[in-house]
């Protein structure tokens, strides 16, 4: 009676024949490891206050059957047996979920519809389509949703990114991602906030929101003087930019009355003129980081 478990990791050796004995817990938060379906399942049906599940590495084949009314949280991580059917039928299961993370699945269409995600993250899904991912940031389907991470669906060309409560969008390691899927995205989410698309493909996508604050293209190695020169006239209100890598850079205009931070390391053939133009140009700078 001393102590209260209310998180719980568990990683079976084996599958013994008495899991559905298991007692009622009042687990708030529970990881499983290399489990199946029967083993999900008999936990949930003995944990009905759990907020928080996370799935590693199992051998999933279906959703568990279970209704989840209390969990927020939901994370399945290398759970590659999982058929998209299911999936959707396993996250509709959870109606007030506020984050999901999937990652490293072999998701490729699937559904999620929550009134209440704000947090969603489906990463290193080199299937996830772009049909899916439209559907995904949805403002129809996820109302609140405010954090997107698809880092790592290389698979990604032109999802639709359209939405208007969304405030930080992460896109690493998408490197096929077009132009106007970028542009797009910009123009049609007004509270962006936080942009990260670290080893992009943007060439000559035009960057443009009164909101952003923080943009991040470092190593995006197609990125062109006219890009960078356009967004600092049509992102009033960034403080941040890191455009490190990015070797194309020749003598972009760095000219921007709010900007604080840019890191311009391995920019390896900006030319001094440029770096005349942004002490000149940028009133506001705090930092500057430069290094070849």
């Not at 020169?229 to 020749?250: A, K, R």
Request: proline share 6%; charged share 15%.
């Amino acid at each position: 009676d001393r102590f209260r478990v209310r998180r719980l990791s568990i990683i079976p050796d084996e599958e013994p024949g008495d899991w559905a004995s298991l007692p009622q817990t009042s687990l708030h938060t529970l990881c499983l490891r290399g489990v199946t379906d029967q083993i999900v399942r008999y936990f949930l049906a003995c944990s009905p206050r759990l907020q928080g599940l996370k799935v590693v590495d199992s051998r999933l084949l279906g959703e568990p059957g279970v209704l989840l009314p209390n969990l927020t949280s939901l994370s399945l991580t290398g759970v590659v047996t999982l058929p998209d059917e299911q999936l959707s039928r396993l996250v509709a299961s959870c109606q007030n979920l506020r984050s999901l993370y999937i990652a490293k699945c072999h998701a490729s269409n699937f559904t999620v519809a929550l009134p209440r995600l704000e947090l969603l993250s489906v990463t290193h899904c080199r299937q996830l389509t772009d049909q899916c991912a439209s559907e995904l940031l949805s403002p129809s389907n996820n109302p609140s949703l405010r954090f997107v991470d698809l880092t790592e669906d290389r698979g990604l060309l032109s999802p639709t990114i359209a939405h208007p409560g969304l405030e930080i969008a992460w896109l690493m390691h998408c490197s096929q991602l077009t132009d106007s899927a970028v542009a797009n995205m910009f123009q049609n989410c007004p509270s962006l906030l936080a942009a990260n698309l670290v080893q992009s493909s943007v060439e000559f996508a035009m960057i443009c929101s009164p909101s952003l604050r923080t943009l991040e293209l470092t190593t995006s190695q197609k990125l062109t003087d006219a890009v960078v020169t356009q967004l600092l006239q049509y992102c009033p209100s960034l403080t941040f930019l890191d455009v490190g890598h990015c070797c194309q850079l020749l003598e972009p205009k760095f000219a921007h009355a709010a900007l604080e931070t840019i890191l311009l390391s391995f920019c390896v053939n900006l030319r001094e003129a440029a770096i005349v133009g942004l002490f000149a140009n940028c009133p506001s700078l705090r930092y500057v980081e430069l290094a070849v």
